[in-house]
């Protein structure tokens, strides 16, 4: 199983070049209620050089967080 699309393979990727504490988010609309602004659906925090947290996020709630080695993609 593929913890990463390859979309959001090319973003950890991006996310390793920033300074530490750099924060990636992709936007998504809710399906449910056009007029929502919901959390993002998926969000990359770099922790430091070697370390990121992702977060898979639900609509309207928090989600997963887990923590990844950018060399273990």
């Known amino acids: 199983?593929?913890?990463?699309?390859?979309?959001?393979?090319?973003l950890v990727q991006?996310?390793?070049?920033q300074p530490s504490g750099?924060?990636?988010h992709i936007q998504e609309s809710c399906p449910l209620h056009s007029y929502c602004s919901p959390l993002p659906s998926f969000r990359v925090y770099k922790v430091d050089d070697t370390t990121f947290?992702?977060?898979w996020n639900e609509?309207?709630?928090p989600g997963t967080r887990?923590?990844?080695?950018?060399g273990a993609l």
């Open 53 to 55: 947290e992702a977060q």
């Open 22 to 24: 750099t924060i990636l």
């Open 14 to 17: 991006r996310l390793q070049s």
């Open 1 to 10: 199983m593929k913890a990463f699309s390859d979309r959001e393979i090319k």
């Open 66 to 70: 887990q923590v990844f080695q950018f």
């Open 59 to 61: 609509y309207h709630r």
